[in-house]
């Protein structure tokens, strides 16, 4: 699966997800009455848990620690898997106003219309980072 489709899939996953259950500012985080809230790469093994292909290889981004009962986020596995470098995987999910205009409370429609942004100039050969010019992605 194309780095591009693999964007648009989480965009489409997010619009989808009710507000409550996203927070740009977190990657994964249990909240009493709502459940597990994350950020938008947080959200990417639900986002592909029903494409067979991917499915498996999008499931280790998070993990379950010995003795924790809750799953974190694998930030290394999420850049293999995304086959993104750290610079385009920053520019997708992390909010920093100065890198993608994003701030922390950026709602999910934002970070969806963001990352198909993205995916457009991936798949036009114009992806560009802001204040990075062309790199490798």
């Known amino acids: 699966m194309k780095k591009e489709q693999k964007l648009r899939q989480i965009a489409q996953y997010l619009r989808k997800l009710p507000a409550k259950k996203f927070d740009f500012g977190t990657w994964m985080e249990q909240k009493k ?11 990417i093994p639900k986002a592909f848990e029903k494409t067979p292909e991917v499915a498996s290889e999008a ?27 750290k610079k385009l995987f920053d520019h997708c999910f992390i909010a920093d106003w100065s890198n993608n205009g994003l701030w922390a409370d950026a709602s999910k429609e ?13 798949k036009n050969g114009e ?5 990075y010019g062309t790199y490798g992605y």
Request: net charge neutral.
């Open 33 to 43: 009455g709502c459940g597990t809230v994350c950020c938008a790469a947080g959200w």
């Open 127 to 131: 992806w560009r980072g802001h204040n």
């Open 110 to 122: 934002e970070v969806a219309e963001h990352l198909e942004k993205v995916a457009r100039d991936i």
């Open 59 to 85: 499931a280790k981004v998070w993990f379950k620690p010995p003795g924790r009962r809750s799953h974190e986020f694998d930030e290394e596995q999420a850049l293999k898997f995304m086959n993104f470098s």
